[in-house]
């Protein structure tokens, strides 16, 4: 059975970095286009990057050029590096398959941005 397990967040001020991190364990992860979501308070989750399993990349118009998101085939592990971010970046982030099959959505990992 697929686990997934988000890791990183915190609160930081506008402007500072976070890395998160998202072990995928069980199943083929380097078969998988992957992504980061993430939900805010009284919003639907929303993606906002994803990666292929060959390396390309997409991100949401709203982190572009902020957000870097990557993947370790290896660990099964994929990352987003998230700098000058903003209170608008206040949310719960999930990683996942792009879609649209997706596996048990994990815990996620709270981020908070505070101005």
């Known amino acids: 059975q697929v686990q997934l397990v988000e890791s990183g967040g915190g609160l930081v001020q506008a402007g500072g970095s976070l890395r998160l991190s998202c072990i995928r364990s069980g199943g083929i992860f380097r078969t998988n286009a992957m992504g980061w979501y993430r939900q805010a308070p009284g919003k639907q989750r929303e993606l906002v990057a994803h990666?292929?399993?060959?390396?390309?990349?997409n991100y949401a118009d709203s982190v572009k050029g902020r957000f870097t998101i990557s993947r370790d085939n290896a660990k099964n592990t994929v990352y987003l590096q998230m700098n000058s971010l903003k209170p608008e970046d206040t949310a719960v982030y999930y990683c996942?398959?792009?879609?649209?099959?997706?596996?048990?959505w994990g815990r996620g990992t709270q981020v908070t941005v505070s101005s």
């Open positions: 996942n398959n792009l879609g649209p099959l997706y596996d048990a």
């Open positions: 990666i292929t399993r060959g390396g390309i990349t």
